[in-house]
């Protein structure tokens, strides 16, 4: 995984991991850890910082396992194609990035040489990936496992993907270490809250998350690559390879929906399809434009790289999901402009000296606003799209 996808929290209960517990105490997790360690030995915890937990912090996600095995069954779902997902086990095990994450002197080096604020915002912007990334790992581990024995091609195919996930979290932590600093994953494994998403919902929101990862690295290393000098870090050389990883997620995850064509072919279907792709836009958009200085830190336009993003993600998003958001209308870019302010208003109302109860009846109005933005953008006429054919499943007309 690799986007972050945490507007929406539709149903919160415990995860039904076996070895994380989460707890509602979500304390900071980030320690400095001396120059001198290493990355095997855990840093020593000199000093804490925390990530201030909002609406829009990356989650971690969980759902009904014994539904999963149900619809992963062959014997009580007939549409599975196990020839397609064979062949994706095969891709999956050819391991294309097996030897591409290997770093050099270039990221320490690199890193000494980012100062002030764009270095904070560097260390927060591989916070946030490795908080992501290490979100997928745990859900397709842990997915990987309960499904061994009700599908085991379908169970590898998981546990090869947390294999991907867990090296692009490794890979960005190590990054951190560059910083001097780490994240303690086994902490953020327990003490993270877990977000419950039932299985439909786990596949609109994981295959947007891992198209939109795609998009948004395929875009910073193009732009990199016309645009050396604001080459700054080396990470974003590792992007080619790395989104392909995320590409070939999301493909697993078109496959898995069109084995599952009861969530794609009725009103219901196109209603949350668009309802994700509101929640995974707007998340970014939000997100994104609360740290301009990154994007133009690398020479990029927060507004205009994120826009592009949302236009690739949603054509590709059209090709499966039954219905997407008329996101090519300028007025789906205004509406997002109206939501970047009112956030903007949001955050400065958390800034004031005012007591809790005055700010949050600032906040009454603007929240409103907010909602009353999202609803609009929602309702707007949508594309209808999809290929999975569902005249089999319309009722026929008898004369
Ligand atoms: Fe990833
Ligand atoms: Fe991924």
Same mark, same amino acid.
């Given at each position: ?6 507007? $929406? ?20 997790? %980030? ?9 095997? =030995? ?36 007939k549409n ?40 904070? $915002? ?112 080396? $990470? ?22 069109k084995?599952?064509p009861q969530f794609l072919n009725d009103w219901k279907a196109k209603l ?30 927060? =507004? ?18 039954p219905a ?17 302010? $009112? ?23 603007? %929240? ?14 949508p594309?209808e799209a999809g290929s999975v054919d569902i005249a089999e499943f319309e009722p026929q007309l008898v004369y």
């Open positions: 995984m690799a986007a972050e996808l945490s507007l $929406i929290k539709p149903i919160s209960k415990f995860p039904k991991f076996s070895s994380p517990r989460p707890s509602a105490n979500f304390r900071s997790y %980030i320690s400095m850890s001396s120059a001198a360690s290493t990355e095997t =030995k855990r840093p020593k915890k000199l000093a804490k910082t925390g990530i201030k937990e909002t609406l829009l912090t990356p989650r971690f996600y969980t759902t009904d396992f014994d539904e999963m095995e149900m619809l992963f069954n062959s014997e009580i779902n599975l194609n196990q020839a397609e997902f064979e062949a994706l086990l095969q891709e999956f095990k050819t391991d294309y990035n097996q030897t591409h994450f290997v770093r050099n002197k270039e990221f320490k080096e690199a890193a000494d040489k980012l100062n002030g604020p764009l270095r904070q $915002i560097f260390v927060e912007f591989l916070e946030r990936s490795c908080t992501a990334e290490f979100s997928g790992f745990l859900l397709y581990k842990e997915l990987g496992r309960r499904l061994k024995k009700t599908n085991p091609v379908v169970a590898e195919i998981f546990s090869l993907m947390s294999r991907d996930e867990a090296r692009h979290a490794g890979f960005l932590n190590k990054g951190l270490s560059d910083f001097n600093l780490a994240l303690d994953l086994g902490f953020l494994t327990k003490a993270r809250k877990y977000t419950f998403f039932k299985p439909k919902f786990i596949f609109y929101a994981t295959y947007l998350s891992e198209k939109i990862g795609y998009w948004r690295y395929i875009t910073i290393y193009r732009h990199l690559k016309e645009n050396p000098e604001f080459q700054v870090y080396p $990470i974003f050389k590792y992007f080619e390879n790395w989104c392909q990883d995320e590409n070939r997620h999301g493909d697993f995850f078109s496959a898995l929906m084995a599952q949350w399809a668009r309802f994700f792709c509101l929640s995974v836009y707007v998340t970014m958009y939000l997100n994104d434009c609360q740290r301009t200085a990154f994007y133009e830190g690398i020479g990029l336009d927060t =507004k205009e790289f994120d826009m592009h993003v949302i236009i690739e993600t949603n054509r590709t998003t059209a090709r499966i999901f997407v958001l008329d996101v090519e209308n300028p007025e789906f870019k205004r509406r997002l402009d109206r939501m970047v302010e $009112i956030n903007t208003e949001l955050l400065a109302v958390g800034d004031t000296d005012d007591i809790a109860l005055v700010k949050n009846l600032k906040r009454i109005p603007l %929240i409103a606003a907010l909602v009353s933005e999202l609803l609009a953008t929602y309702l707007m006429p594309v």
